[in-house]
Structure formats: C-alpha cells, structure tokens
C-alpha cells in the first residue's frame, strides 16, 4: 500500500464524515440541541483540515467553530427565552 492511497482513503473517511455530520446540523430541530451539533461538527471540519494539511484552518475552526459559535448560539437561545417570559409576565399582569 501506497502513502498515496492512505491519504486519499484519510480524506474521503473525513469528507464522508463532515458530510453526515452537515446533515445532522441541518436535520436537528430544537436550537439548543442544534448548538452541541454545531459544536461537533467544528470538530470534525477541523479533522477534515488537518487531513488536508492545513494545520492553521483547522487550528481557527476549533476556536471559532467549536467554542465561540454554540456558545453565542447558546447565549442568543437563552435571551430570547428571558425576553419571552418577560413579555408573557407583562401580559399576565395586564389581565389581572
């Protein structure tokens, strides 16, 4: 076996698994949860980088894609939620 043939079969294994991993993101519904897949599919993008030697991509994915997107995801998710109840509180207090 060739070096060749080990690379090529290293890129197809990560390219076939960002792909399942994107449609994982895309078929995931509740936001929260679409986070954590977010966040697991940076890693994998990162995986897939590193197999194509680019050690400085992947090196930025993992900061930006892994921790710093779900985590605004997350933050966002969690805002909206107190806006939310405290409109609803409002609305409440209108009734009574």
Known sequence: MSSGFLTNALIAVSLTLVLVGAAVVVFTRPPSKQAVVLSVYGILLSIFFVTLQAPDVALSQ??????????????????????????RSEREGEQS
């Open 62 to 87: 993992v900061a930006i894609g892994t921790a710093v997107v779900p985590l605004i995801v997350v933050l966002s998710i969690r805002k909206i939620a107190s806006i939310r109840d405290e409109a």
